[in-house]
């Protein structure tokens, strides 16, 4: 509740309000989460989990706005309280629990496996996955360190620490981790000629080969990647994600497969599916 003897004006009462309130300016939300700017004034507001605020879709917006299984909010509540919703094999019953970058989201009671994967454009997208493929998930390693009793351990990309990893795995390499056991069956490492995913960037979403990376000792190191069109763009190693090894990935990819295409071949696309109809 807002205190009523603090102005909401006021600088103190901006941050209770900011405390208090489950939700977030709509205008200010992410635009990965393609949210219109007319159907209210608010969104729902991440909970604190495994991925960032603006790096994450809440399980609202993936029910209400993306499947069109609720209506409203109080539908996804009702959803979600009765423990159909499975988010990398467990069940949630948070309605903002925070969703992202390669996490599976199963909803046994019909059958559909969905993994989140961003589309050339950088939004969230809908990418529907057979039951063995929501099995896994691919993991980007973020730190390798000794922990209490020189006990080795990796630190992910979603927050989770997995200890006695195998001693070859490095910084940014990628985890094929079986979400059933807990275990790492697989892993490549980060290294030229293995297929990435952009996360972050104007590049967020293209797929393709890395072709080259440049060292610069005390600032970012940058990463050239050439796509399956022979487009080369570059972008900084934190925005690179492994997802295969050579140019086999480990999991499907979103329609269009990484692919983007100037605005002019996509109007030639639309007139070609159209003429075919």
């Known amino acids: 509740m807002i205190d009523p003897q603090i102005s909401l004006f006021s600088p103190f009462g901006m941050l209770k309000f900011r405390a208090d309130c489950p939700l977030s300016s709509r205008l200010a939300a992410p635009s990965s989460w393609m949210l219109d700017k ?46 159909l919703i499975k988010v990398d094999g467990k069940v949630r019953t948070d309605t903002t629990f925070p969703t992202g970058f390669m996490d599976t989201i199963s909803i046994e009671k019909s059958g559909e496996h969905f993994r989140l994967l961003y589309d ?39 927050g989770r620490t997995i200890r006695y990893p195998d001693p070859a795995i490095k910084v940014n390499d990628t985890l094929k981790f079986d979400l059933e056991s807990g275990k790492i069956t697989e892993f490549v490492h980060f290294d030229t000629g293995n297929i990435v995913m952009i996360t972050g960037g104007r590049n967020m979403g293209r797929a393709g080969v890395i072709t080259h990376r440049e060292k610069h000792i005390g600032g970012f190191d940058i990463v050239h990647v050439k796509d399956s069109l022979d487009r080369t763009f570059a972008t ?42």
């Not at 050339?120 to 009793?149: M, N, Q």
């Not at 999991?251 to 002019?264: A, V």
């Open 120 to 158: 050339v454009k950088g939004r969230f997208t809908i990418h529907r996955i057979t039951p063995e493929e929501a099995s896994y998930k691919l993991l980007k390693v973020r730190k390798v360190a000794l922990g209490a009793k020189g006990v080795p351990h990796v630190v992910t990309h979603d």
């Open 236 to 277: 900084r190693i934190s925005n690179i994600f492994v997802i295969g090894e050579g140019s086999k990935p480990w999991i499907s990819l979103p329609k269009g497969k990484g692919t983007k295409l100037t605005i002019s071949e996509e109007r030639d696309l639309r007139r070609r599916q159209r003429a075919a109809e």
């Open 38 to 83: 007319l159907s209210g004034t608010y969104a729902p507001r991440p909970s604190p989990g495994p991925h960032k605020l603006r790096e994450s879709l809440p399980l609202t917006i993936f029910l209400r706005n993306r499947l069109k299984y609720a209506l409203n909010g109080r539908e996804v509540t009702s959803i979600v309280k009765q423990r």
